[in-house]
DNA sequence: CCCGAATGGATACAGTCGTATCCTAACAAG
DNA sequence: CTTGTTAGGATACGACTGTATCCATTCGGG
């Protein structure tokens, strides 16, 4: 039966256009007019391929959240090769700013998505998975870390975590409004991760 | 003539409920009609009193770096009569972090707006001049503690300020989305601060 | 062959949007 | 007293919104 393989493929493209939408002229130009026209479709195409508005908009976000989760997960898992900590983190936060073309647009699209939740409980719900698991994943490194002796007993590993997501969100936020290069970020990110690590590896 | 009076004042009472829908509802729920309502006078008044719905919102987007402005000079003005350098960035930081009721709403229209401006160069000229001052002011503060022997010579004055704003930044978010509480957001400042500067005061 | 389901084009509907226009009052200056 | 400006109520206009309906295809299983 290839009929289910199409429409999923109907969706994807559909979930596509909306991202690419939202992520250059903002969610509140996402119409499903707009939709339409931007995958090249008519309006009851849109329509038939998703019940609801809302529909379309939780699709996005859970698109965006894979893409995110995707991009991590390839980082981290070329930087566990290396098998230092200072890599895993230099690798997930650095997954975690805009780093070229289309890291960015996303990043527009997530902060537009993260914005809209704050006023839309519906979306807050689909939202928070992704940072909460990676927070998680992220302080159970840093806790084998220090037990390994990799950074110092007087450190705590929950808030240092929270505080390094925290960082790597707003340095996000300034690179986006261009207020910083991301090599600024980079910059700032590894400062922080020297004086918790020590200074990277030669 | 006290005509100009009242007329900035029906303009301050506009903005205000303007705010307040932004705040609660969302930037997307602003309209000429809802603002009307909020602020209990009829569509004709909001459209004389601004010409634009543009205007309306670059003045929204004004009053609120103001309050921004507002809060942190108050208490950085209250906390450098401590004279300790670290006693201005607790009162700074803190006072950009959501702390009641009323900061927290303002953070949420800040927040909105910050995102409309990624995709509307017009509010993105507004509203980037407050976090400039605002990083300015601190990295020359920091750059004074750091001759007078505050903190410890290897630091980096603007990488420091950069970061520790970022951070901030990046705590209002969580603490917005209920992902974090207040204290644990200053709890986290707390800490950073005590690794930059050495423990609080006893 | 044919008939029901999948697919999608065209159009309609009821709202809401920003903005514009028309028409009163009130009041200050001549 | 008149006249012009400030202030605001009532209503209209065209554009756009999400959603629904009607209709024509296409196609696989009986």
């Known amino acids: 039966m290839p009929r289910q393989v199409d429409h999923d493929e109907r969706r994807r493209q559909l979930t596509e ?34 019940t609801n508005k809302q529909a379309l908009l939780e699709s996005g976000l859970t698109e965006l959240g894979a893409r995110m989760d995707r991009r991590v997960k390839q980082r981290a898992a070329v930087a566990a090769g290396e098998l230092t900590p200072r890599g895993v983190f230099a690798a997930v936060l650095g997954a975690i700013l805009p780093f070229d073309e289309q890291s960015k647009l996303d990043s527009m699209a997530w902060t537009a998505y993260y914005t809209a939740a704050l006023t839309d409980p519906a979306l807050a719900a689909v939202g928070v998975t992704l940072p909460n698991a990676l927070e998680n994943f992220l302080t159970v490194r840093l806790t084998a870390a220090q037990q390994a002796g990799d950074i ?34 980079i910059k700032i990110i590894d400062y922080h991760l020297d004086r918790l690590f020590g200074p990277a590896a030669a």
């Open 152 to 185: 110092a007993p007087d450190r705590d590993p929950r808030i240092e975590v929270a505080g390094l997501l925290a960082l790597a969100n707003g340095l996000t936020s300034s690179v986006l409004s261009r207020q910083r290069s991301h090599e600024a970020a």
């Open 17 to 50: 256009a909306l991202l690419r939408i939202a992520s250059t002229r903002g969610l509140q130009a996402v119409s499903m007019r707009e939709i339409a026209a931007e995958a090249g479709v008519s309006l009851r195409v849109v329509q038939y391929y998703f």
